[in-house]
């Protein structure tokens, strides 16, 4: 975890004392199972519940403290819970494993870190959508290779964005409730020493499904699920920041982050503004995504269980998470106040010299009944002078100017191919698509 | 592809021929939609139609050769199509770009891969149930950490496989729905010079959805989950095939691999019967795995795309695939052949003196009103004997003479905490969870 | 292997063939030191070497149909030279395991895979030397962030490519010799049933280092090593197809990939030239790489070994080798030929209205007595009236205007800060520490 | 970071406060160098170090409090040190970029840490050493596939691991060559505003080399090399600990990580030992070999820099470096204190039968003129019926009672070929190879 790159509310969910509650909440939810089956005393879940509610501190130093001579995180926690709730508490663990625990924790940590997640993927949803429909129709040149192509809109840009992060969501969506599962199902996963019900209950009140079958621990497929859609959604966010990138380029300069007045761009050079959020967000993609490998190296534990996938999720449970919901709350804050200029995307788009309409002269040469070959060759000998101009040329007066077009098309025919309204006539339509 | 790792259907999907067919079904049903709207004339549909009623030969080594020119694969198809149909042929592609056929086309290869390799996994899930079944009484003992921990039932062991498959089989019907969409949208996807109605018609004659937003390619995120969702599916195979080859081990040798008699295992030692299949699946898996990365870093292209994906895609498309669908296959194989040693098995479970007991003797203590830490020194006092002697020493008969302990525990009581079935008694609720 | 991403040179390193080529010498080298052992008759060697002298064909179908019935590949290889030597074939591979023949033999293959590989480098770094020195002072303008920065040379961009493969070659060189060693040591490396000077004689006959110790196999981390090389290596190729792709922009078109009469840009847009070359490079650098994990997860194999590795170089032994082969020839192509545009360096180097200076005049006003804080201001200020107008603005003009900076400096020392040549003196510097 | 995976020393590399004292140390050093050059007053690098002499302490707050409002972090660095300094401050920094400083930085904490892993590698390397002549005889089984194959001893074994971590000490040697170089080449690498000099002034002082062409930034190759290398380390480790989980396995037990007496293998079957060192070493290690691909991704930066770089460096420059400093001291923790039990490795070479010498009886068969086909089947048939039996019964009576053999070999001859000591007489020679 970097702290520059995370933020409290996703942070506080990764704490010692925030796993240290979810630790209680299960070893007491399971105590009441067990003492309404008849296991254990009723006192026992009694007395855990009224310490609770006495809104304990944890003293995470004094369970470290524990550890450090039983090398064992649940046994020091144990030990430490029943110092402070006293005799009654013996009862507590019956039939358990620690994995019970830790597994179910993990579930539960993931599973409020995706609704963060979620959460942030509605806020730049939101932002995209209404980003979106003000720019729905601005145009600007759309570019395959970098290179001009035809015109799109600013506004089917962001309709994009909002596609894929919608897409996201749905992933997301989906891969939560893959790891959101609870197992309370002892040392190999039998349920030997610890009824089926006390599991069900448990998951209930945490809100989780229960493990159908657990081998002491969930089986990792649902954890290198999860993290390889955290991989996809950071390589989206590499993708609208990469846009975002080369729009702010200075011979591009069509968008750029927002610039506050404090900031210094460059420590040598003052007139910069550089994208140093998009950058940032470009590095920030690398690293969530990073997880993947190791989170899929996680599966193969050996027989019922190794611990090799502990120290692993130990990095990657926080770092993926914390970096993620970074990452989109820093792309909404992008987006949202993204500075657009729609005067330059003009100047842009009209900077080839008509290029961009030759598709459709193309198309209508075809249509005129000139073969598919002729046509292409007799568009691509004018274009190449205007190309080879830089755009000092036009190449509608080109078309004008070569007998071999004119024999096929009217001025007036050529002229209504150089209408830019013509691109724009499916916007709605796509609009309607992505956002109905 | 390696050819040693590959079946004869997958392969076939990813064939030069293959792909060429698709091509010409996705301009021939988009010239058929041109047609209907009266763009083009309907006799070109028919010319398509009526010469691919021929089931003529596509001559690959032709359109390589034209392609050898005209460095354009879609150029190059179209103008051998139009050599074989004649002059009609000159209305396809009208408003289309390549990107339309080459991404549509790479959409229906990967919902036909992925339809195999649900088939796959449903003829796993098959096999796996069946032996789960057979073995679902089967003692064995189940280990973590390497290390003897209690009882299971090889059919847990094997319930267990079958519910990560199951999950892997829904994960890929998700990211099979993620890949099925067709583009046909134009140059920049904004349908400047094709009505969305054609991509509607070719979507619903391939079997598409349509894509929503297109910007000349269809978006990469939904092949970057496409591909992660099959290393997901590959670390459970590196799972399963790592238990195999525990299993088979010298000292464990609880189940093999099936050893057809012309096999040889060793061109030195003619006595050894080696887990090779197994370890192969677990390089295989590595290898799947390996798509995961480059397919995530081919969703940033630069606007409206860029063809930095398209190699990546002309080797893990394939390779991907098919290593995947012939690893299943191999998985299959082997589950479904797998020599187990039921004797062996129980031959383990005895060897440790008891120790897989212990559990059950520390609960009866502290129900029996023994401290938890007084339980836990009782037993491990006891334990630690055992383990020391290599299993020569039983742990019932030294905790029968522990006076410590039998203050607590009649012999009888002790006894009855010896008795293997009692693990199993939740097996039917187990199998009842995953199979029902 | 993508055959259009193949060149037949290196191809040929990983056919069957060139295989079963190198199993043989490895096995008559270690017959012919068995032989001057006394270990086997000298007849068993020659019997070998005269056969070999023949130019014999190698049937590889013929060993096909015997490995489908042993299913071992060095058996059934063993057995078709035996069909052909005759009786004194049974001498050969005498005390070794196959892996001998197997390690051994892909020793040699990545050693030859590698002196193509230097040899590709060796020629990019001739290209790209001859272009820096054409280009040592063509001024272009030096970015950061895509922001247009300070002038730099178009030869200075080209020396760093020149040291960055240098630096590759030197890594290259180095991780060649980390694979090239020879073991032939028996099943478990003891060396029980072979004398150690077999293996130093086959080693010095293919040039290749002994193995210290091997454990049946040769050890996988010298694999891993070359594997990660590799891909630091196709990272660099990204890193200059990167840098071509933003320079064939519309907006910069500073250069362009070499453009030949027959080729079609975009079945669309007639008029485009697309950098396709380097977004392929782009693409294939992901491949490269994407072969380092399984590399290094190959290093931990079971023991004395297991075979899992097997199969994961089959693939990337190969592909990796061959794609890096074809990329380097593809980049050593590019950089060939490549347009380069001066006078539009130059007209973008202008087009910010002397921003690019702006430094320069930060640290004369230091100089000049004017404290950080108050020249960061004073440029700053004028220098965003210059940003804003979108380089219709001068910025010598704007500070020769301003009468706070003319305190400090007269507009003689101000116009001496807008002299371009002030930015190349050390090009013969930096030159000579590349090229020396 | 993850604290319980980290140690001090290497921590504090990475500090804030050690950053910022190597920024110091290069902005006074480099101000001094041109004050030798006449460029800045020599008073300026006197009051520079006067102040250091003083051993101030860095305010790391206040530089924070600063970058929250400048949002850069060299400049609000400089700042603060004016604060501290005075007027005479405002020389510093004369010419020079931020990178000049960051990357700078960079290489020196970076060099740093290699040498603390060298130190560690050397400790291993020592352990490792003594540990294989303690069991340089110590016969144990070797393994191929998980199977018993033939003999070999423990520290060969041993020596195996020497000679690989022997290797990683070299590569890393050379990682640590390839990024410990100085940039003070100003904002785009052209020494435009600052002597060459001053930055082979700071390189001396800091004991780097001069970077020979920069771009702003010390080009990335030098770190994704040096990164991958940290992953083939990882790798090596991964692999020697899955060696010790598999030895200490419950029916292998040939070696088992020291036990100290306050610790609990598991909270509920208290007799359990489990090799969790180095069940943990092996996610670790997953977790060092994740930091190469995104270290080999930070590679193209666009033209002369962009800082997506950046971030990914702040994860894993700490990241792994500490990561992999904890576990290869962790290693040698569990490598000098390993219980290694020599009777239970003769027990596990004994439990076959004698199968494991079956190959040099097939290789005296052979030398008593039986053909290699036939010498195989008979020595396959009586290990098929030893095998079979579970080692119960013996490969040598087998082979007595067998006419067959006994017709090409003597009982004198056949005892002899199960002779253990004749499978070591080669350990002297891979012992000089490895250690002298």
């Not at 519940?49 to 944890?58: E, G, L, N, R, S």
């Not at 970098?146 to 809109?153: F, K, L, N, S």
């Not at 992060?165 to 199902?185: E, G, M, P, W």
């Not at 002491?216 to 609208?240: C, K, N, W, Y």
């Amino acid at each position: 975890m970097v702290p520059r790159y995370s933020r409290p509310e996703m942070t506080a969910i990764w704490s010692p004392e925030a796993r240290f509650r979810i630790w209680f909440e299960i070893e007491a939810h399971a105590t009441e199972a067990l003492a309404e089956l008849g296991v254990v005393p009723k006192s026992a879940a009694k007395a855990l519940w009224d310490w609770w509610a006495t809104k304990p501190v944890i003293d995470v130093a004094a369970i470290d403290a524990i550890e450090a001579v039983t090398r064992h995180d649940v046994i020091a926690f144990l030990t430490w819970v029943a110092e402070q709730v006293g005799d009654e508490a013996r009862f507590m663990h019956q039939g358990m494993t620690s994995s019970d625990v830790l597994d179910t924790c993990l579930a539960v940590q993931l599973a409020r870190a995706a609704d963060i997640l979620i959460a942030d993927l509605d806020q730049l949803l939101e932002i995209l959508k209404r980003r979106a429909f003000e720019h729905k129709l601005t145009p600007t040149i759309g570019r395959s290779h970098g290179i001009h192509a035809e015109p799109v809109t600013f506004g089917l840009k962001l309709a994009e964005a909002y596609a894929e992060f919608k897409r996201n969501r749905a992933r997301l969506v989906a891969a939560r409730a893959d790891i959101a599962t609870c197992a309370i199902s002892g040392a190999v996963g039998t349920f030997a020493n610890i009824d089926p019900r006390v599991e069900a209950h448990v998951a209930e009140k945490l809100g989780l499904a229960i493990e159908p079958v657990s081998t002491q621990v969930i089986p990792r497929d649902r954890h290198a699920m999860f993290f390889a859609t955290l991989g996809v959604i950071a390589s989206s966010i590499e993708r609208l920041a990469t846009e975002i990138r080369h729009l702010q380029r200075t011979e591009v300069l069509e968008a750029e982050e927002y610039f506050s007045p404090g900031q210094k761009g460059s420590s040598a050079m003052p007139h910069k503004r550089n994208p140093v959020l998009t950058e940032n967000l470009t590095g920030l993609a690398r690293m969530v995504r990073s997880a993947t490998i190791p989170a899929m190296e996680n599966v193969a534990l050996w027989h019922e269980r190794d611990i090799s996938h502990s120290s692993v999720e130990r990095y990657i449970g926080p770092d993926a998470t914390i970096t993620l919901d970074f990452a989109l709350a820093r792309l909404s804050g992008v987006m949202d106040k993204l500075l657009v200029y729609p005067a330059r995307m003009q100047k842009n788009l009209d900077r080839m010299g008509g290029l961009v309409h030759s598709q459709r002269v193309l198309l209508a040469l075809t249509q005129a009944g000139v073969s598919r070959e002729d046509s292409y060759r007799l568009v691509q000998r004018n274009a190449m002078k205007v190309w080879e101009s830089d755009g000092a040329l036009s190449l509608l007066e080109l078309l004008k100017a070569d007998p071999e077009v004119t024999a096929a098309l009217s001025v007036e025919e050529l002229e209504d191919k150089f209408d830019l309204g013509y691109h724009f006539q499916q916007v709605d339509t796509i609009f309607d698509r992505v956002f109905a």
